[in-house]
């Protein structure tokens, strides 16, 4: 069958779908999981005969969307909250996972222009860390104390402030996404920017090592949320440029729901960075080489696993159950 014939013949169908699944109009889930494995069987076709087709990916959002409604609708014994973060986000999260790859190149793209722009001009690092701020570092690398700076104040002073800070910039990345993704956009590109700014400084002192093995101990969950906090301000942004099938006013309430749970996914990871920072980044000139480094490395496994790799096994194992009905 040509792809243009599979199209007509299924396209009413797959729109009277994903009208019922935002809608809410399925009263029986039995009758959800049952058009819920037609629609498997043709996402699965399309993948075999029409491998490039841009189809795949409309089956595939429309697939990720029905299998979290069918999850509602069954009944559940575990906690709301746990299995929000076990099974529910990580659903979102693979449903819109393009955007984050968008947001990660972004990211990426800034992070290379501070990089490239510290290198070029003398007086660009300052400009964008501050004068104070590259002062006091300076004068702590020359006392051998690269991340000095992050060893001040008390604990749970520490901890409290950086945790709401991180907070506020993840909330605000979300929010601003609400001028068509330009504004979460602009938050991605501050704190690209920065960092790529930060690091060739470390560099360009002979310290980079050092920087990388105190604040990365914090900085591999702080900076990953951000990302991922900024894929949500960026499909917040999708959802009131591209409605798709919808009104734009239901498109943005969707954007606004998914998006929301997509932020909220991340303040575990924002508050174990904090908590890292205010605790564990001011000892890290104690630490053997191999404990900093098992920290970075592990912190980073688990925000990386959780993000990009658990809401795949999440998807293919609802997909089976639901197969198999």
Known sequence: MREVAFIKQNKEKWLNFEKAIFHNQFKDPDDLASQYIHL???LS?????????????YLNQLAAKAFQKIYRTKRQD?????????T????IVFQYRRYIAYAFIIFFCFVTIGVISAANDTTFVRLILGEDYVNRTLENIQKGDPVAIYK?????GGFLAITFNNLFVGIKSF????????GTGFVLMQNGIMLGAFQYMFQQEGVFWESVRGIWIHGAMEIFAIVIEGAAGLLLGASILFPKTFTRIESFKIGVKDGVKILISTFPFTIAAGFLEGFVTRYSNAMPHFLSVGIILITLSIISYYFLIYPTIVFKKITKNYAAL
Not at 175 to 181: A, P, Q, T, V
């Open 40 to 42: 498997i069987n043709d």
């Open 175 to 182: 929010i601003y996404g609400i001028f068509g993704g330009l």
């Open 78 to 86: 575990t906690n709301r909250i746990l299995s929000f973060w076990k």
């Open 45 to 57: 076709f399309a993948q075999t005969y029409y491998p490039k087709s841009k189809i795949i990916n």
């Open 152 to 156: 001040t104040g008390s604990n749970w």
């Open 88 to 91: 529910e986000a990580p659903l």
